[in-house]
């Protein structure tokens, strides 16, 4: 499954973001800030920065099955 999670750099977001790719998802992580609380490339997701609505677009180009929204 393919997973869209906003705020995907504080704490709740690179929780559920680690738990997510443990169980074998694929996760799209948006966050407003370049520096947060944990660094979830590491993990597998794939990040990407936004201001608005630009890095969530960017995400979407192919289609998500769930999008959680903890931002």
Do not use: Q
Request: proline share 1%; aromatic share 6%; glycine share 12%.
């Amino acid at each position: 499954m393919r997973i869209l999670v906003t705020g995907v750099k504080g704490m709740i977001g690179s929780c559920f973001a680690k738990r997510a790719i443990e169980l074998g998802h694929e996760v799209w992580g948006v966050d407003s800030e370049d520096r947060g609380l944990n660094d979830v490339t590491f993990m597998g997701a794939r990040y990407v920065r936004h201001d608005c609505l630009g890095g969530v677009l960017e995400a979407c180009r192919k289609p998500v099955d769930a999008v959680v929204h903890l931002a």
